[in-house]
């Protein structure tokens, strides 16, 4: 349990230490991890903790769009299966961006207008 917690607040110390991502026009900020590429995806798959980790980043990226966007909003419970496939399949297809880019088309897929 305290290997957790360190490792835990290790990677919440990361989130603030990561550089920006951008897409097209809009450009913000993304705290991420020290090392949020495919790769480290990839290998989370043997550890479940740390893949729970990760998973739990994307729910709160969910969560601070839907704080943040009027307009629109994720509505769906996502399932930490949904969330896995569409990491894998973002990582297969683009192996050298961070997993955490595929945050932002996970949540354009699930979006609605309000």
């Known amino acids: 349990m305290k290997k957790l917690i360190l490792l835990f ?8 230490m990561s550089p920006s991502y ?23 798959a043997k550890d479940p903790k740390i893949r729970q ?13 839907n704080y943040g966007d009027e307009k629109y909003s994720v509505n769906s419970v996502t399932n930490d299966a949904a969330i896995v496939l569409h990491i894998d399949k973002f990582c297969r297809e683009t192996p050298l961006l961070p997993f955490t880019s595929a945050s932002v088309p996970f949540v354009k897929e699930l979006r609605t207008k309000n």
């Not at 951008?22 to 995806?41: G, H, I, P, R």
């Not at 980790?53 to 769009?65: A, D, L, P, Q, T």
């Open 22 to 44: 951008s897409e097209n026009k809009n450009t913000f900020t993304m705290l991420s991890f020290e090392d949020a590429s495919c790769a480290s995806w990839i290998q989370s």
């Open 9 to 16: 607040l290790f990677l919440t110390w990361n989130l603030l």
């Open 53 to 65: 980790v990760y998973i739990h980043w994307f729910r709160g990226f969910i969560s601070g769009y």
